[in-house]
């Protein structure tokens, strides 16, 4: 058999191997399969690199919490040794036993240990800021092969987006993030620190690029994947050749002048959203040669939000992703949860019976 890549490797898995064995056994119980989780195949980004390590017969199989370890157990003893010449028990950079890799979950647990917030209420606003896309990306991107009781399509459905006023509340953190820093590009190249300013300019890139997957209201995975996402983004991606000729830039004068053509091309898109804008992204930084982002842009979209817990939250805070850069915490909903509480005063922990997944 000859697999393209970990997507339909684990379709294959689940039609052939691990779905007949499930439902000879265990007729009528409820299940969702699929390739959920960690791992670039599960974005459909894995390639002949992806396999040196966690890759390979992977499934996610979700059932009620009281059948998990049942259902566990019997995969153990009743899976074949190999599918498709491949091993269906092997060591992860988690895990170095040689177990099988049909991880078998309640769904609610599996669906709230990668959110960082308890799927089976309501979430308020201050909720959504705990999430990274990454997260979501891990519900949400892999492909579904069977879902008897519609829970976990629902819960993906519910995930598409933002709510509108969240929405509005990150796309102006994200600006407020490129006003307080663009000035600075120039800035630090005026007096001779180059250094400083390509620095300065890698992060506005990143903030832009960020930016332009909440327009085309897509999750951002992590960083590994995100500049190959960001250019398959179908509007958003205008705005690649001029974020890379700032990243290439000789001079502070070229890379302000890429970065200001960027975010033009970003606010049109904006616009086509029907979000508040601007005339312009950006105007003159007081009497120096500097360029800033407008100073009614921010307001204006603020200005949009309705919702008084939306209202509420701090300005410029926004999301997690949008003001933690370390991994350890990104990729921890338990840290991830504390560090929202801790900036807006609200938010929920994961509870502590559901364990962080896997980095992978």
Avoid: I
Wanted: proline share 10%; aromatic share 6%; net charge negative.
């Amino acid at each position: 058999m000859t697999v393209a890549n970990g997507a339909d490797l684990a379709r294959a898995y689940w039609e052939r191997a691990v779905g007949p064995l499930l439902h000879r056994s265990f007729p009528g119980l409820p299940h969702a399969a699929g390739r959920l989780g960690t791992g670039s195949d599960v974005l459909g980004l894995d390639d002949a690199t992806s396999r040196d390590h966690d890759w390979g017969l992977r499934l996610t199989l979700l059932v009620p919490a009281a059948r998990v370890a049942e259902v566990d157990e019997f995969l153990a003893a009743e899976l074949p040794e190999e599918f498709a010449g491949l091993p269906t028990r092997f060591p992860t950079t988690w895990d170095p036993r040689p177990a099988h890799r049909v991880e078998v979950a309640d769904p609610d647990a599996f669906a709230t240990a990668r959110l960082g917030v308890d799927v089976t209420r309501p979430w308020s606003p201050a909720d959504w800021l705990v999430p990274t896309g990454q997260s979501v990306l891990e519900l949400t991107a892999g492909p579904l092969f069977a879902d008897t009781d519609g829970r976990t399509t629902r819960l993906r459905e519910r995930l598409a987006r933002y709510p509108d006023d969240v929405q509005h509340h990150v796309v102006a953190c994200d600006w407020q993030r490129l006003d307080q820093e663009l000035p600075f590009v120039g800035r630090t190249g005026q007096v001779g620190d180059d250094l400083g300013s390509r620095v300065v300019t890698a992060r506005l890139v990143r903030t832009a690029v960020h930016l332009g997957f909440l327009l085309e209201q897509r999750w951002p995975p992590y960083p590994k994947w995100a500049g190959t996402a960001f250019t398959a983004l179908p509007r958003a991606s205008v705005a690649v050749p001029a974020l890379a000729a700032a990243l290439a830039a000789g001079d502070w004068p070229q890379r302000q002048a890429a970065l200001c053509e960027a975010l033009e091309h970003l606010l049109h898109l904006q616009r086509t959203t029907g979000l508040p804008t601007t005339p312009t992204a950006t105007v003159p930084f007081h009497d120096r040669p500097f360029r800033c982002v407008d100073p009614g842009l921010v307001p204006a979209v603020l200005g949009a939000v309705r919702d008084a817990a939306a209202r509420a939250l701090p300005p410029g805070v926004g999301a997690v992703e949008q003001w933690v850069d370390a991994v350890d915490v990104l990729v921890d909903p338990v840290r991830r949860a504390a560090a929202v509480r801790a900036a807006t005063g609200s938010g929920d922990a994961v509870p502590p019976e559901h364990d962080a997944p896997p980095t992978g």
